[in-house]
T-cell receptor, first 115, second 112 residues
Framework: ETGVTQSPTHLIKTRGQQVTLRCSSQSGHNTVSWYQQALGQGPQFIFQYYREEENGRGNFPPRFSGLQFPNYSSELNVNALELDDSALYLC??????????????FGEGSRLTVL | AQSVAQPEDQVNVAEGNPLTVKCTYSVSGNPYLFWYVQYPNRGLQFLLKYITGDNLVKGSYGFEAEFNKSQTSFHLKKPSALVSDSALYFCAAASGNTPLVFGKGTRLSVIA
């Protein structure tokens, strides 16, 4: 059973650029959630995808968008990067029948630095 | 709105002593409660959960947590702390139709 894997692990971008972060879900999981963890803070919910559709979103602007693919892997895209977007981005997968039904399994995260 | 509070930014405990990391929550409906641990530059690792049933939940690495509905608390405990327990601990809560909400974390330092 493979765990949740994320790529890249680290990246540096400049303000105004766009970034794509990738996540491969744990085998057998059909739901993926993305969280932003700023330095010294707890993870903040960005959005969740279930069966390739977004079925929940936190308080993040539309320039944060995502995709879930038929194999349940996922992408997080952030456009027009701002300095405050610097954070650890965590992907988590789970098995769900629609909404939250159990614990999330997290990847190691992608650390984004915006200069 | 759902929320999780971890009132202590830092907890220091001597090795071999019992430890407690506090958590209170606010959710609508029946809560699903979790504890996760994070080591430096790593993702979150699941420790234990309360969904229903016995109020005392046992988890990984000798940790346990007690669900107290009247106090809306879910404190993490361990009878005897190890230096290797030093890490950042997150409490999280959800209900049946809401995403998992995390507290801001408590840094546990176990001193030899």
């Amino acid at each position: 059973e493979t765990g949740v894997t994320q790529s890249p692990t680290h990246l540096i971008k400049t303000r105004g650029q766009q970034v794509t972060l990738r996540c491969s879900s744990q085998s057998g999981h059909n739901t993926v959630s993305w969280y932003q963890q700023a330095l010294g803070q707890g993870p903040q919910f960005i959005f969740q995808y279930y069966r390739e559709e977004e079925n929940g979103r936190g308080n993040f602007p539309p320039r944060f968008s995502g995709l879930q693919f038929p194999n349940y892997s996922s992408e997080l895209n952030v456009n027009a990067l701002e300095l405050d977007d610097s954070a650890l981005y965590l992907c988590a997968s789970s098995f769900s029948k629609g909404w939250f039904t159990g614990e999330l399994f997290f990847g190691e995260g992608s650390r984004l630095t915006v200069l | 709105a759902q929320s999780v509070a971890q009132p202590e930014d830092q907890v220091n405990v001597a090795e071999g002593n019992p430890l407690t990391v506090k958590c209170t929550y606010s959710v609508s409906g029946n809560p699903y409660l979790f504890w996760y641990v994070q080591y430096p530059n790593r993702g979150l690792q699941f420790l234990l959960k309360y969904i229903t049933g016995d109020n005392l939940v046992k988890g990984s690495y000798g940790f346990e947590a007690e669900f107290n509905k009247s106090q809306t608390s879910f404190h993490l405990k361990k009878p005897s702390a190890l230096v290797s327990d030093s890490a950042l601990y997150f409490c999280a809560a959800a209900s049946g139709n809401t995403p998992l909400v995390f507290g801001k974390g408590t840094r546990l330092s176990v001193i030899a």
